[in-house]
C-alpha cells in the first residue's frame, strides 16, 4: 500500500500513485522494517530534480521493479526539502563512501537507519558501467539474506564513523583581516576572469561570495573585490542562465560561459540573486543590477507567489514541448523558425541577432537558450521592447514547466529579505508588501504559540516536520530586513523570539558551535551540522548574521557573543575554502566595521526623514542596521533617548560603544555609510 496520498509534499505527491508500497519517513516504517525483517531502500529527492523524475518513470513507474521492492524491501521516500536533516546525514555518508553525491540518492539501510550501500541515479538497463537498478536491488536482497552479519558489520562501521567525526572549529577568536584578506586572495586564484564567476563546470551562481567581495570593497576599498562581483554579475545576467524574457535565474549554468542553463528555477537562488543585485545596484548605480534586481522581484512575485502570500519553491526544468514529451528546456530555447513564426521576418533576424539564436542552435535540436551577446551593434530600444513583449506572449502559451507550492521558511525568509530591500531601493511599495504578505504567513501558520516553526507549508496548511537551523536563521534575517525597511518593531520581536531558540536548542555552550537541527529533535544516526555555504548560506553562518543584526538593533549581548563565537569556523575555512564560505566572509564583514547602528528620528510624515531614511538604507557599510521612528518611541531599542536636532529629524550613528555627531543632513550621513572606516 502506498502511503504518500496524504502528504503535503508535491515531491512525495508525484509518488503517490507509484506502485511502489512507499512510506514517508517514519517511525512506522523502521518497524515495518524490523517486524518484517527487511532493509530499507531510501530514495531522497526533490520535485524539480530532472534525474529523480528519469528515475522515477523508469524504475519506480514499473509493475515488475515494483513488486520485486515490495517483496524484499520497506520503501521510503524523502523530500530533501522537507527533511534537509535526513538528507544531509545519509549524503554525508554517501559522499564519504563513493567521493560524490547528488539526487536522486538512493541508499540502503538496516531497520535501525544505519546505511550499507549507496548511490544516486540507477538506470533501469546496464550503461556506461553503471549497474542496473534491478542488479542492484538483487545484490542488496543476497547480502541482505546470505550475508547479514558482513551487513550488520559494514553498517555499523559507517554509523560510527559518521557519529566520531568531529569539525574543527579554529580557535575561539574571530576572523580579522588577516583571514578575509587570505579568503580574497584564496578567490582571486579561482577566479575565471575571461568568464566570471569561479572554477570551471558547472558553474553556479555565487550568490553569498559576491556579497562578501561588496562588503569587503565597502570596508576596504579592493577595486579588485569590486571587479569580480561586476564581472561575474554581468556575464551572468548576459548568459543563457538569466530568463532574458521573464526574468529570474535557473539553478546553474552546465558550461563554464553561462550559456546554457540547468533550467529549473530556485526560490532560493532568485531571492538571494535578487538581493545581489539590488546590492550591487547600491555600491555602484550599475543600470544592469537595477534591471535584473527589478525583473527578478517581479518574476519572484509573479511565478512563485502562492494563494495564501507565500513563495513556492521551484518551476521545474522540464515541460511539455507540445508534441507530449517532456522535455528540458522546452518552455524556454527558440529556433529561427519559431521566431520567424511569432515576429515575421525582420523582426525575427532582429531577435535572433540581439539574443544570439543561431541556425546551430546553442542548446539541442537546434534551438538557442536566448543570451545578451556582447556586440557593437546599437539596437532600437522601442523595437526592441515590442519583439520581448510579443515572444513572452507567445511563450506564455507554451505548456509551462510545474511549480512546486510547497512553502519551505528558510526561502522564504530569503525571500523576505530581498524583496523588502529592493522594494525600499527602488520606491516599489508592492514589493515590500509582498514581503510583508510572505512574513506574516509565516507567523501565522509556520509559527506555533512558543516561536517554534514548521519547516513547510502547503496550501495553507503547515507540514508535520519541525524547523531546521536554517529556517529560524533565515526567518530572522527576513523579519530584521523588515525591521529596518518598515521601522515596525514587531519584526524585531519576532526575530528575538526565533533566535532565542537558536540560542536555547541549536548551541553548543561549550564551543558555541552550532547544530543544524534543534536539541528536542528527531534524534538520526548523526547530529547533523555544516557550517559551509552551498545553494544557500548554511544555517550556521545565517544564524551567525542574524544574530549579529539583532544585537546591534537590540545591544542584546548574549546574541552578539553567541554570533562571534560561531564566527571562529570562520577563521578557519575562510582562507582555505572561501567558495563555500561565502555568507560567512560576509559576516565577518559586518562584524570587523561594527556593524553601525542607525538610529533615524522623525515623523513619518516629514520629507526629511524620508530623505534620511533612504541615505541609511542605501549605505554600502557592511551589515549595517535602521532604526526609524518618532523620537522615544518604545518600538525600536535604537531610538531610545535619541531626540530631534533643533527640531528637525536626524540621524544618529553608531558602531562599538561609540556615536558619531547626530546629522540632520542627508549627504553628511551617506558620506558616513558610503565612505571606507569613516
Not at 17 to 30: H, L
Not at 67 to 82: A, I, M, Q, W
Not at 622 to 629: E, H, S
Not at 648 to 666: I, L
Request: aromatic fraction near 8%.
Amino acid at each position: 500500500m502506498n502511503r504518500l496520498a496524504h502528504e503535503t509534499s508535491p515531491y512525495l505527491l508525484q509518488h503517490a500513485d507509484n506502485p511502489v508500497d512507499w512510506w514517508p519517513w517514519s517511525a512506522e516504517a523502521f518497524d515495518e522494517a524490523r517486524r518484517s525483517n527487511r532493509p530499507v531502500l531510501l530514495s531522497v529527492g526533490y520535485s524539480s530534480c530532472h534525474w529523480c523524475h528519469v528515475m522515477a518513470h523508469e524504475s519506480f513507474e514499473d509493475e515488475a521493479t515494483a513488486t520485486y521492492l515490495n517483496e524484499r524491501f520497506v520503501s521510503v521516500k524523502v523530500d530533501r526539502e522537507e527533511r534537509p536533516d535526513v538528507d544531509a546525514v545519509y549524503m554525508e555518508a554517501v559522499q564519504a563512501a563513493t567521493g560524490q553525491g547528488g539526487w536522486p540518492m538512493t541508499v540502503f539501510l538496516t531497520p535501525d537507519a544505519e546505511p550499507f550501500y549507496f548511490g544516486t541515479y540507477f538506470p533501469p538497463e546496464p550503461r556506461h558501467g553503471m549497474a542496473s537498478f534491478r542488479q542492484v536491488l538483487e545484490g542488496v536482497s543476497t547480502a541482505w539474506s546470505d550475508r547479514r552479519d558482513e551487513v550488520a558489520e559494514v553498517a555499523g562501521k559507517i554509523t560510527r564513523d559518521l557519529a566520531e567525526r568531529e569539525m574543527s572549529f579554529g580557535d575561539s577568536q574571530v576572523p580579522g583581516e588577516e583571514e578575509l584578506a587570505g579568503a580574497l586572495l584564496g578567490l582571486t586564484r579561482d577566479y575565471d576572469a575571461a568568464r566570471g564567476g569561479f572554477g570551471g563546470a558547472p558553474k553556479f551562481p555565487p550568490s553569498m561570495v559576491i556579497e562578501f567581495l561588496l562588503r569587503h570593497h565597502a570596508r576596504t576599498g579592493s577595486e579588485g573585490a569590486l571587479q569580480m562581483a561586476v564581472d561575474t554579475c554581468e556575464r551572468m545576467a548576459r548568459g543563457g542562465l538569466y530568463d532574458q524574457l521573464g526574468g529570474g535565474f535557473a539553478r546553474y549554468s552546465v558550461d563554464r560561459d553561462w550559456v546554457v542553463p540547468h533550467f529549473e528555477k530556485m526560490l532560493y537562488d532568485n531571492a538571494l540573486l535578487c538581493r545581489v543585485y539590488a546590492h550591487l545596484w547600491r555600491s555602484t548605480g550599475s543600470g544592469l543590477a537595477r534591471r535584473v534586481a527589478l525583473e527578478t522581484a517581479d518574476f519572484l512575485v509573479r511565478e512563485l507567489r502562492t494563494g495564501e502570500g507565500g513563495f513556492a519553491s521551484a518551476l521545474d526544468a522540464d515541460s511539455d514541448d507540445g508534441t507530449g514529451r517532456h522535455v528540458e528546456g522546452a518552455y524556454y530555447v527558440w529556433t529561427p523558425a519559431q521566431l520567424r513564426e511569432v515576429l515575421g521576418e525582420a523582426d525575427a533576424e532582429f531577435a535572433a541577432r540581439y539574443f544570439g539564436v543561431t541556425e546551430e542552435g546553442t542548446f539541442e535540436e537546434g534551438a538557442s537558450v536566448l543570451q545578451l551577446p556582447q556586440q557593437e551593434e546599437v539596437f532600437d530600444a522601442e523595437r526592441l521592447a515590442s519583439v520581448r513583449e510579443r515572444l513572452l506572449a507567445a511563450r506564455a502559451g507554451r505548456p509551462a514547466p510545474g511549480r512546486d507550492d510547497k512553502v519551505v521558511a528558510a526561502w522564504n525568509g530569503l525571500a523576505v529579505a530581498a524583496l523588502a530591500e529592493t522594494g525600499a531601493y527602488f520606491d516599489r511599495p508592492d514589493l515590500v508588501e509582498a514581503a510583508i504578505g510572505a512574513a506574516d504567513l509565516l507567523v501565522r501558520l509556520h509559527m506555533d504559540d512558543r516561536a517554534r516553526l514548521a519547516r513547510t507549508s502547503k496550501d495553507g496548511r503547515a507540514g508535520a516536520h519541525a524547523g531546521v537551523l536554517e529556517d529560524y536563521a533565515d526567518v530572522a534575517e527576513g523579519f530584521l530586513a523588515l525591521t529596518s525597511v518598515t521601522g515596525e518593531g514587531v519584526w524585531l520581536e519576532f526575530a528575538g523570539f526565533l533566535l532565542d531558540h537558536v540560542l536555547a536548542q541549536f548551541t553548543d555552550a561549550g564551543s558555541g558551535a552550532l547544530y543544524d537541527t534543534a536539541a528536542d529533535a528527531e534524534r538520526l544516526i548523526r547530529r547533523p551540522q555544516d557550517p559551509t555555504d552551498n545553494a544557500t548560506p548554511s544555517g550556521w553562518s545565517a544564524a551567525a548574521g542574524a544574530l549579529l543584526s539583532y544585537s546591534a538593533q537590540t545591544g542584546a549581548e548574549p546574541h552578539r557573543t553567541a554570533a562571534e563565537r560561531a564566527l571562529g569556523v570562520v577563521k578557519a575555512l575562510g582562507p582555505r575554502a572561501p567558495r563555500f564560505i561565502g555568507w560567512g566572509l560576509a559576516v565577518a564583514e559586518a562584524l570587523l566595521d561594527g556593524p553601525r547602528e542607525v538610529a533615524v528620528v522623525g515623523e513619518a510624515s516629514d520629507p526629511a526623514t524620508t530623505a534620511l531614511r533612504r541615505a541609511a538604507l542605501l549605505g554600502t557599510v557592511p551589515g549595517a542596521v535602521v532604526a526609524v521612528g518618532v523620537p522615544e518611541s518604545e518600538e525600536l531599542p535604537l531610538l531610545a533617548g535619541r531626540p530631534l536636532v533643533d527640531g528637525k529629524p536626524a540621524a544618529y550613528v553608531c558602531r562599538n560603544f561609540v556615536c558619531d555627531v547626530p546629522t540632520t543632513d542627508p549627504d553628511r550621513l551617506r558620506a558616513v555609510l558610503n565612505g571606507r572606516n569613516a
